[in-house]
């Protein structure tokens, strides 16, 4: 082997390795002290108070408190800050000092900074040595602290309204994700836990709750708990899992991760990468990659009640929303119109989108001047639709493209150009008993192929 071959053998071990330690290989976590020079991190205490950490110019470890006062929930009365030196070790990335106990300081609480690759969350690590315990000594937990920017608490004491802080909680609501961490960890009932749900309630004290159930009855059997009242941008805290202490969901580079941290003297944490789960979606259904794909890129979301409804049909509108979601459409000019075809609403939650469509010659309605509101799309009406969006280009082999079907006679006379086309991109592949099913409803399943194949081969990019 020469020299430049060991030198890449060396830099692909080295590689290896750092991916195995990262959280994500997107997410490159940088130097811990410059994020604690760049950022104050915010530990959640009560409602009213906040401790927070940072180095300062003085090139010291400072602990700070800040405490909304009642009566003022607009502005933090700052209770001044500790600071002392701290030691920084670069291969793990951690930074350690120690503090006095803030009661008789005859022991010192030791902390450590961990860095978890994540934007807005470390670990803080607390270790306790109470001299008058062997039990508990020396006592070791861990806490989240959030960065400061978008870390932020809702202030609504003594009020029945929800909890607004929930922009993240409103983007993932009737989400639900799969953790296989949380699988291997035992609630109480001794029943393994892996999902994690989101949904709205109007009768919680809060207005937002989320599920952790169990893997082998989902929602039927599951543990109910509350979602904290605190973000820190995309950070939402679940309070008092089955087993565990808490679980922070944070989203960076388009995904969702999990920190699960459990508290007490055998305490520990876990960061996970979810993927997002649909109960009625099985990973060994042939439509399971393109339901993941849609609902991963925000083509296509679930019910409320977290299903995707794989086999269900989609209604003529909703097609076209999805459309022009996926290709970015300005609808604001065509919200105000009035819609050319006879029973589309003006102000339905579809209009601007179909008078988008009219508008761009995506679509032509039927010939009695209605769109179909709430007509099932069928297979060749997805095709002409798409055919339309892409411009309606020359196809060639028309007939011979269709002879293969066993049912070529019942495509309409439209839709032929349009299903020739989608059969010759790859748009759609015909079914298994060697139909093209054209005048059948399009399933939610069959849409998300659809479209899959279409963004993998970059036709919405035009």
Known sequence: MNGLSKLMSILLVFSLVFCMFSVSSEAVSANLVDKLKRD???????????????????????????????????????????????????????????????????YYIHYEIIDLGLDDILILKTTDDYPWSDEYSPYTY??????????????????????????????????????????????????????IWLYYSLYAEFGQHAVVGTNKKAYNDIYW??????????????????????????????????????????????????????????????????????SDKGYINGYSTGKFGAVDNLKRQDFVVILSKIT????????????????????????????WAVD??????????????????????????????????????????????????RISSFAKTAVAWAVQNNVISGMADGRVASAEGASRAQIASIIMRMDQQGMFNK
């Open 142 to 195: 861990y806490t989240p602290i959030f960065r400061e920017g978008g870390f932020s608490v809702e202030h609504t004491p003594d009020s029945d309204t929800p909890d607004e802080a929930s922009e993240m909680f409103n983007k993932y609501k009737s989400t639900c994700w799969y953790s296989n961490y949380l699988n291997t960890v035992e609630n109480y009932e001794n029943e393994n836990v892996n999902y």
């Open 360 to 409: 761009n010659n995506i679509i032509a309605g039927y010939a009695n001047g209605n769109f179909g509101v709430n007509d099932n799309i069928t297979r060749e009406q997805v095709a002409t639709i798409l055919y339309r969006y892409m411009g309606s280009p020359e196809v060639k082999d028309i007939n011979k493209t269709l002879a293969k079907f066993s049912d070529v006679n």
């Open 40 to 106: 104050k991190w915010y530990a959640d205490g009560d409602i009213d108070n906040y401790i927070f950490y940072y180095i300062g110019s003085d090139n010291q470890i400072h602990i700070g408190r800040t405490e909304y006062r009642y009566g003022n929930w607009e502005t933090p009365y700052f209770q001044g800050d500790s600071h002392g030196t701290y030691s920084y070790n670069k291969n793990t990335n951690t930074i350690s000092f120690e503090q006095p106990n803030y009661g008789d300081g005859n």
């Open 225 to 294: 708990a509350p979602v904290y009242n605190a973000n820190c941008g995309y950070c939402l805290a679940i309070n008092e899992g089955p087993g565990f202490g808490h679980i922070y969901l944070t989203e960076q580079n388009g995904s969702l991760y999990a920190l699960i941290i459990s508290e007490g003297p055998e305490g520990y944490y876990h960061v996970e990468k979810l993927e997002r789960y649909f109960p009625d979606v099985p990973k060994n259904a042939w439509y399971y990659g393109a339901v993941k794909y849609v």
């Open 328 to 355: 970015g459409a300005d609808l604001d000019k065509y919200a105000a119109m009035t819609p050319k075809l006879k029973d589309v609403k003006k102000g339905a939650y579809y209009a601007a989108a179909v008078n």
